[in-house]
């Protein structure tokens, strides 16, 4: 496993972000840009291979001359559960996510998520999940939850956040296996019945719509893919539900909020957390589709 970082000015680091990001198909298998410091940005991108890290660093100095980019071999472990041994428990509104190592120290009344390390994505700590929590604690204290869809569930952390605020059924989606088994494996850790996390791509599937309508969407996936999914995800939502978008670094938010307010749905609110944002619709209830 290989590491490439490049460290700089925002504008930089977000334009190879867009280009190791949006490559197809990508020589990276996973890329992250996040504030690094007072007026620094940081890319992180890893590769399986020192060919595709090389690649890698050319498609970042390509995009961004400016940036340097340096290579890391990673030793042969579980680097990704190790990035994450130790985390602190985060906190967004009510909601308390940590591993069990520093669950127990959670302060009481919290709803706590059990989320330990592991392959998929969602900790909490990434600004994309800690805007989603933020988001739903708003959903939260003005009505139900009620039905919830997730896509791209990751670790499943939103979908078992819902639930153990309220929600009435979870259905997660997610394109990687790993994904899939461990978000099931997180539900049953929280004691968390009715959501099942399915591997499928995209949210037109039969499963999807005779769950639905749900009154509660998540995608905190990535800009194209969430502007492909506005048809689709506007009628899989019960009029007077909540979407919640994320997985978007700040000048991305304009075409994904075009993308769904052409769909009849009502922009609500924009919430910035560590260089990404989250946007909130609410789907009118005189509005169909």
Known sequence: MYQITAKGARAPVELAWDALAWADPSPAGA???????RLAWRLDAFCETQEEAELCAEMIHEAAPELTARIEELQDRDWVTLSLEGLPPVAAGPFIVAGSHA?????????????????????????TTLGCLLA????????AIG???DLGTGSGVLAIAAMKAG??????????????????????KNHVTGFTALHVTGANTPRI???????TVFANIL?????????????????????????LLH????????????????????????GWSTLVFRKPDSVQA
């Open 223 to 247: 800009m194209k893919p969430l502007i492909g999914l506005a048809p689709t995800i506007a009628p899989l939502t019960a009029p007077g539900g909540t979407i919640i978008l994320s997985g």
């Open 251 to 274: 000048h991305q938010a304009g075409p994904v909020r075009n993308a769904f307010a052409s769909r009849g749905l009502s922009f609500q609110r924009r919430i910035k957390q560590d």
């Open 136 to 143: 739903l604690d708003e959903v939260r204290r003005r009505h």
């Open 209 to 215: 719509r005779q769950g639905g309508p749900y009154d």
């Open 31 to 37: 890329v992250d840009a996040k504030e690094d410091g």
């Open 103 to 127: 669950l127990a120290k959670t302060a009481p009344g919290k709803i706590a998520v059990l989320i330990e390390a592991g392959p998929a994505f969602g900790t909490g700590h990434h600004g």
């Open 167 to 188: 929600g009435t059924s979870a259905i997660g989606t997610d394109i990687d296996f790993d994904s899939v088994r461990v978000a099931n494996e997180n539900a049953a």
């Open 147 to 149: 039905k919830v869809l």
